[in-house]
């Protein structure tokens, strides 16, 4: 049988070792479809829509680093991606879209389905290419992944006009296209700098970024806060360190912690590690620094070193290997347990954090959700994945459901999009079976892609959905409430009864109206053999407010 430019696409998939390509079938992608056929590998997954797809390679490549492949047909498959593709690009995720485009002798005249789709994504994506030979189309996949996985990871995307797939390929791949990619060290004199200043500090604070969770560097955070003293926070996005380590206090800016939002304030340095100090993170740009304050900024990306706050060191190099040599210098000074008295503060602002939902009426009703947010938190593995939507319930979620294990909480904070929760759940569980993985998501962003519960029973996905229901988009109603005198339009709205759509579907449901009926219902959707959904109906009037701390 010849040998086709699509056969050797699905080979450079399987050299990279991609555990799965999810998409829709269409004429752009049926070659590519036969060879997966023929080979039984890798997995195609079958989504009932492409935003699915994508946030299902959004979950998994931002889970574990690694890439994640989606393959779509023409603009409309590829425009339906457009969503995912931004937020890999913001959270620095290494997904490969693989798009099909008009037959390259119909480029320009107006084909059915013809935009120009390079530049379409070129503003969201490290690379944006449309081939132009058939032979190179294995060439420039193989350079996409690699690009892909390069400095800060993030989305690329390749176009292959329509009929280039079932043309012969005459080359050959000789060189497995993956690689081990350099990290970006620091200047020697940056590093000494730092050092000298976490020295002297006497209330030092670490931000612990995405950056640390991509280099592999939590440990490292922790170890150096040992030695120094230092709270430990994690930026917008619960990623970077596990928060149960008694040095940690929680997530920063909005809807964060009061305890974090404290020792911010406290520090006389503050480490901030692979970030960027995002608008969420700095509570819309109003976090400041006092004159006495200095700050220390680590990012792979030298464009948001110093950019949103002055430095008084700053280095553009991958976290871990900036941290293993702030810590070479440091082990030599300090050992774990440094500054007792800074530590018995921290711990004081930790157990602030505890008590701080203390005095919730937890048998209220309607639900309130910290309720639902305390029984979630008890019924979950301390290595559970948590993959949570956009929505107000949000805010409730990192300040009191603590990320036990590194890297455990995914949330593509930088872009926000609705009806990721689910999709990003399905991508990591359908590569780590064996492992609690639970969607978070409200009722908004959940109706966006239940339809995908199909694939679920499938495909064998057995993912937990906890709906957090309050019949209506509550960011949006909280602005009206404040801003606008209460004149409500636009969200509030009725829901379908969830638990009776996934049973239609053929995965189990259950509907919780009662707060003692919230932990036999989890415990039943976490023990369930599929794919389950759990509809939580939360208090419509309950609103979490993203608490804007005093900054200098």
Known sequence: MTRTIADAVVEVLLDE???????????????????????????????????????????????????????????????????G???????????????????SGARGLGAFQEIDLESLFRPITKMSVEVRAAQRVPE?????????????????????PLDFPSAEYAGRLSVPSRCVVGRALPALEAVEAAVAILLAAERPAIIAGGGVTKSGAAGLVLDL??????????????KAVREDHHLCTGTI??????????????????????????????????????????????????ATVGRVLPVSVGMAADARMALEEILTAVRREREPGWNPQRVAEIHGHRRAWEESISGVDWDAMPIVTPRLVRDLRRALDPDAVICTDSGNFNYWLARYLPATADGSYIYPAAAGPMGCGLPAAMGIKLAFPERQVVAVAGDGGFAM???????????????????????????IKIR????????????????????????????????????????????????????AVVDVHVDPAEICTATIDRWW
Request: aromatic share 8%.
């Open 17 to 83: 070792q991609v555990p799965f390509a999810a998409g829709l079938p269409g004429s752009g992608v049926m070659d590519y479809l036969d060879g997966i056929y023929r080979k039984a590998a890798p997995r195609f997954v079958l989504v009932r829509h492409e935003q699915v797809g994508i946030h299902m390679a959004l979950g998994y490549a931002e889970y574990t680093g690694r890439p994640a492949a989606m393959l779509v047909s023409r603009s409309p498959g590829a425009s339906n991606s457009v969503i």
């Open 85 to 103: 593709v931004q937020a890999a690009f913001a959270e620095g995720s290494p997904v490969v879209l693989i798009s099909s485009h008009v037959a």
């Open 140 to 160: 420039t996949l193989q350079e996409a992944f690699r690009v892909a996985v390069s400095a800060r990871p993030g989305p690329v995307h390749v176009s292959i």
């Open 225 to 238: 806060a040992e030695r120094l003293g230092a709270a430990v926070t994690n930026s917008w996005g619960k």
């Open 253 to 302: 800016g909005r809807g964060g912690t009061g305890a974090s939002a404290a020792v911010l304030h406290e520090a006389d340095v503050v480490l901030a590690l692979g970030l960027r100090f995002s608008e969420f993170a700095t509570e819309d740009y109003r976090m400041r620094f006092g004159p006495e304050q200095r700050l220390i900024q680590i990012d792979i990306d030298p």
């Open 449 to 475: 892609t239940m339809q995908d519960l199909e694939t679920c029973v499938r495909e064998k996905i057995g993912v937990v959905a906890v709906v957090v229901n309050n019949f209506g988009y509550g960011n």
């Open 480 to 531: 009206q409430q404040t801003k606008f005198g209460n004149r409500l339009i636009g969200s509030e709205f009725g829901n379908p009864d969830f638990a009776a759509v996934a049973e239609l579907f053929g995965a189990q449901g259950e509907t919780v109206s009662r707060p003692s009926e919230i932990a036999p219902a989890l415990a039943r959707a976490l023990e369930a053999s599929g794919p």
